[in-house]
T-cell receptor, first 113, second 116 residues
Framework: AQTVTQSQPEMSVQEAETVTLSCTYDTSESDYYLFWYKQPPSRQMILVIRQEAYKQQNATENRFSVNFQKAAKSFSLKISDSQLGDAAMYFCAYRTLNNDMRFGAGTRLTVKP | GAVVSQHPSWVICKSGTSVKIECRSLDFQATTMFWYRQFPKQSLMLMATSNEGSKATYEQGVEKDKFLINHASLTLSTLTVTSAHPEDSSFYIC????????????FGPGTRLTVT
């Protein structure tokens, strides 16, 4: 079974600084997708960034980037120039093309002004 | 992007009653919908997967007779919590998948259920 592990229950960052959230996963598949979702207090799941496993290049979306290490099964999220609005729960997720999405336990990010 | 709605956004019901939650894909057809449950400060746990016109597939430990799922059309899935009890109080999130390409999955805003 595929599992997703987020080892950091809570993280804190100073506004304008950079923070990295960790995620590892376990799978025997070669083709899959990895995601980072943000869940603010409204509880709406917001897609932050997506990585296709067959792509070697790390995905980037403005201030958000990932470090995808396929051999190590690691998928960390880097948030640069942190803003107060980045404060939320962040979930790492995995799925294959036709299967459901599986989530890690989440990391609560606090941004200090 | 595609929009998934849920109704109601919150509901309070008395113990022993049933409550229905609707999930709709507003601008796309979803052959597959997923229902998740999220307890406070915890992750999303998949309850069941439903395909249009077929019976839902439930995850281990989820009571299919208690959580009735109907996926009657390509834009609507419903979750009915039957004979609700206080321990069923939780946040329920649906998700709909678009067929084609990478089969993108979109999430609804969730429904907060409180059973008194």
């Amino acid at each position: 079974a595929q599992t997703v592990t987020q080892s950091q229950p809570e993280m804190s960052v100073q506004e304008a600084e950079t923070v990295t959230l960790s995620c590892t996963y376990d799978t025997s598949e070669s083709d899959y997708y990895l995601f980072w979702y943000k869940q603010p207090p409204s509880r709406q799941m917001i897609l932050v960034i997506r990585q296709e496993a067959y792509k070697q290049q790390n995905a980037t979306e403005n201030r958000f980037s990932v470090n995808f290490q396929k051999a190590a099964k690691s998928f960390s999220l880097k948030i640069s120039d942190s803003q107060l609005g980045d404060a939320a729960m962040y979930f790492c997720a995995y799925r294959t093309l036709n299967n459901d999405m599986r989530f890690g336990a989440g990391t609560r990010l606090t941004v200090k002004p | 992007g595609a929009v998934v709605s849920q109704h109601p956004s919150w509901v309070i019901c008395k113990s022993g009653t049933s409550v229905k939650i609707e999930c709709r894909s507003l601008d796309f057809q979803a052959t597959t919908m997923f229902w998740y449950r999220q307890f406070p400060k915890q992750s999303l746990m998949l309850m069941a997967t439903s395909n249009e016109g077929s019976k839902a597939t439930y995850e281990q430990g989820v009571e299919k007779d208690k959580f009735l799922i109907n996926h009657a059309s390509l834009t609507l899935s419903t979750l009915t919590v039957t004979s609700a009890h206080p321990e069923d109080s939780s946040f329920y999130i649906c998700s709909a998948r678009v067929s084609g390409g990478i089969n993108e999955q979109y999430f609804g805003p969730g429904t907060r259920l409180t059973v008194t």
